[in-house]
């Protein structure tokens, strides 16, 4: 069992930055993707950033220049570095880790964007 463990969430001002980090619990020799998801209350879970193991990356258009999403396959980790964040970016966010046709997810980390 794999259990992607995230971290880096809070409370931050509008324009403000955050960065997440996601990394599986135990080393594994190949991770084919990690991202995240994020759901705000009332509203369908999103998918936010997600990044190969080529190092190819895709973001919702929502996030497209302000979120970017990095990988440390030497360390099994996975980075989102959210700036210019929007009262709308508000949500909890969710890592997973795709290990071939398999999908572990985090617990996840709440994120909020106010003043």
């Known amino acids: 069992q794999v259990q992607p463990v995230e971290s880096g969430g809070g409370l931050v001002q509008p324009g403000g930055s955050l960065k997440l980090s996601c990394a599986p619990s135990?080393?594994?020799?190949?991770?084919?993707?990690m991202g995240w998801y994020r759901q705000a209350p009332g509203k369908q879970r999103e998918l936010v950033a997600s990044?190969?193991?080529?190092?190819?990356?895709d973001y919702a258009d929502s996030v497209k220049g302000r979120f970017i999403l990095t990988r440390d396959n030497a360390n099994n980790t996975a980075y989102l570095q959210m700036n210019s964040l929007k009262p709308e970016d508000t949500a909890v966010y969710s890592c997973?880790?795709?290990?071939?046709?398999?999908?572990?997810w985090g617990q996840g980390t709440q994120v909020t964007v106010s003043s």
């Open positions: 135990r080393k594994i020799s190949f991770i084919s993707a």
């Open positions: 990044i190969t193991s080529g190092g190819i990356t």
């Open positions: 997973y880790v795709r290990i071939l046709s398999a999908t572990f």
